[in-house]
């Protein structure tokens, strides 16, 4: 597995006078190679742009970060990493996780160390209640799903047919709609799983159209299953047939988005984060993330929740002064507050998840490029897989 440091060249000091303290090492576990490799490169370069912006170091200690590569979901070697930071590399942070697996994986680790666990990506409703010391700077899953069934409610669509990916992510997403839809009055007229490998759509397609439902909940990973998708629900005619389709933004990922092409245009989505967020703190970010690493890919959810993962653990270390103890850094974190590229944001004092606006968006195409237009919002949206 590949290791790398961050931080010792890096610019001007926040504070303190940190040369003769013992520097501050955050373990960072990540997708960096294999498939999920360019998901890893959001979320650390995400980490790297904000040390770069805020200096390495924070009251009076010297920060480094150390990357590991878990290659992909592969729980059993995050697992490995996670012992090697806390045992050899003397971590006083966990952070990263893109993948669920890991990140419930590593989680006893967090509790037995008491190590604070900062998960940057991994979304699935329940990992903050594994450990006491995981808290997310990302999202969950729920809280889109969410989102995009009340927009629907609220917009005149009164029956859906759900097609989603027949996994985790997929599972979660589908059963959150579903609960927010009827829970409104809306009516599911079929729920359909669709296995990961080669999915033939055509045929699903014909199915939602035969149904004539208002709209279409889709829900499948980003990248080449939503092109996929998407191509097939053009050409059976479902958009002539008027029925929308809707999904999370998951599907219509800003890395992706380009590459994805006009099959996208006009989907209307729900999310927490979008390039096109108009916002100076937002374009502040992506100057400074195209400037450090080039345009040639657009920064995306994961990068901002590895440069608000960076935010966190560093007004957490000016809170203890340096003088990191687990379970006071997490105490600390509970009920933080700022300003993120994708809006304001909180951590919640009781679920250790992040509070933050949902958006209701649609592909549109500005010059040469696509984008997800914001057009709507819910405020302050927590975890609802976490409602009883």
């Known amino acids: 597995m590949k290791i790398r440091l961050w931080g010792c060249v890096l610019g001007m000091a926040l504070g303190g006078t940190a040369a003769a303290q013992t520097p501050l ?20 370069n995400g980490a790297k742009l904000f040390l770069q912006e805020h200096g390495d170091v924070v009251a009076g200690r010297k920060i480094q970060l150390i990357i590991k590569d878990v290659g992909g979901a592969n729980p059993e070697v995050a697992k490995r990493l996670a012992q090697e930071l806390i045992t050899r590399d003397k971590v006083e942070f966990l ?9 419930l994986a590593v989680a006893p680790l967090a509790t037995e160390a008491k190590i604070p666990m900062v998960v940057m990506n991994a ?4 990992i903050t209640e594994r450990s006491p010391y995981v808290v997310r700077t990302s999202m969950t899953l729920p809280q889109n799903a969410y989102a995009i069934a009340d927009w629907a409610l609220k917009n005149n669509v009164k029956t859906v047919y759900s097609l989603y990916a027949d996994y985790g992510p997929g599972q979660d997403a589908n059963a959150q709609f579903r609960k927010t839809f009827t829970g409104g009055g809306g009516k599911i007229v079929a729920e359909v799983a669709v296995p990961l490998k080669n999915p033939e759509f ?7 159209k035969d149904a004539k439902p208002d709209a279409a909940f889709l829900w499948f990973p980003s990248g080449e299953l939503s092109v996929l998708m998407l191509r097939a629900y053009r ?3 479902l958009e002539q047939a008027g029925i929308k389709a809707l999904g999370t933004g998951d599907g219509t990922d800003d890395m992706f988005l380009d590459s994805m092409g006009d099959v996208a245009l006009g ?9 096109a967020h108009d916002s100076a703190k937002n374009k502040a970010f992506i100057k400074g993330y195209e400037s450090q690493f080039g ?3 657009r920064p ?20 203890l002064n340096g003088k990191i103890d687990g379970t006071k850094a997490v105490e600390a974190m509970k009920g933080a507050k700022w300003e993120s590229p994708r809006g304001p944001v909180m951590i919640d004092p009781e679920t250790r998840d992040i509070v933050q606006n949902i958006y209701i968006r649609k592909v549109e195409r500005r010059g040469n490029h696509l984008y997800n237009v914001e057009f709507s919002h819910l405020d302050a949206v927590k975890d609802p897989g976490k409602i009883k």
């Open 123 to 126: 979304a699935t409703s329940s």
């Open 300 to 319: 995306n959810f994961m990068a901002v929740g590895g440069y608000d993962g960076m935010a966190l653990i560093y007004e957490t270390i000016k809170k």
């Open 267 to 275: 989907l209307t989505t729900s999310f927490h984060y979008s390039a």
């Open 25 to 44: 090492k955050i373990g960072f576990v990540g997708e960096m190679s294999g498939q999920q490799a360019e998901y890893g490169l959001q979320m650390s």
């Open 295 to 297: 345009t040639s890919i």
């Open 202 to 208: 055509g045929p699903y397609m014909q199915r939602i």
């Open 95 to 103: 952070a990263g996780f893109g993948f669920t697996p890991n990140a």
């Open 235 to 237: 050409e059976r005619g």
